[in-house]
């Protein structure tokens, strides 16, 4: 059974910081690439970050110098490290795990900041 559990989330201010986990469970963790999405009321979900198997980073142009992607293949798990958060990154943020067959997602960790 594939699972993808995000954690981290939280009510943080704005300027403020927050480390979100993936962590990945019954897939080959090394042959996928791994992305955080967020999602806004009325909004669509967008792409956030993305890290592929050989570590090489995107980063949507909002989050750029403020957001970092990393991976850890020994705990299966991405993270997510995000700094001097604003108001604009309040979402729910989602894990991704897809290899070109197979595409799966976790159920989301709200981060919420505050202005």
């Known amino acids: 059974q594939v699972q993808l559990v995000e954690s981290g989330g939280d009510l943080v201010q704005a300027g403020g910081s927050l480390r979100l986990s993936c962590a990945a469970s019954?897939?080959?963790?090394?042959?996928?690439?791994m992305a955080w999405y967020r999602q806004t009321p009325g909004n669509q979900r967008e792409l956030v970050a993305r890290?592929?198997?050989?570590?090489?980073?995107y980063y949507t142009n909002s989050v750029k110098g403020r957001f970092i992607i990393s991976k850890d293949t020994v705990k299966k798990t991405v993270y997510l490290q995000m700094s001097s958060l604003k108001f604009e990154d309040t979402g729910v943020y989602s894990c991704?795990?897809?290899?070109?067959?197979?595409?799966?997602w976790g159920q989301g960790t709200q981060v919420t900041v505050s202005s």
């Open positions: 991704r795990a897809a290899n070109g067959f197979n595409d799966y």
């Open positions: 019954g897939i080959d963790f090394r042959s996928y690439f």
């Open positions: 890290i592929t198997t050989d570590g090489n980073t």
